[in-house]
């Protein structure tokens, strides 16, 4: 799917969410917070395709692909949505947000 097929339903959940005060935790990529839900903690996107162009010079300098390595995504963002927080009575302690890459307010 793509961001805007995914976009409806995202939002649909977190207005379900939302509407029966439930709280939400996603490990997925950011933008579901950035949607409405309380958090997320995925890979860093931009390193993550940083990487797999590095892969595909690699590939067109004539390198094959099954002799290169496994790579696992190194840099990890996560954002917290204190409007979301707030909606459903949740108080987040600092500690934690100042561990966010990203605060929601």
Do not use: C
Not at 43 to 57: E, F, I, N
Request: charged residues 30%; without cysteine.
């Amino acid at each position: 799917m793509t961001g805007t097929q995914a976009g409806g339903p995202r939002r649909r959940l977190w207005s379900h969410a939302d509407w029966h005060r439930e709280r939400s935790r996603h490990r997925w990529v950011t933008d579901f917070a950035r949607d409405g839900g309380l958090l997320s903690y995925g890979p860093d996107l931009v390193d993550t395709w940083r990487s797999a162009a590095s892969y595909v010079d690699r590939i067109l300098r004539g390198a094959k692909p099954a002799e290169l390595p496994v790579q696992f995504p190194t840099k990890f963002e996560m954002v917290v949505n204190l409007k979301t927080a707030k909606a459903i009575g949740l108080n987040i302690p600092e500690s934690f947000l100042l561990r966010a890459d990203e605060v929601i307010e």
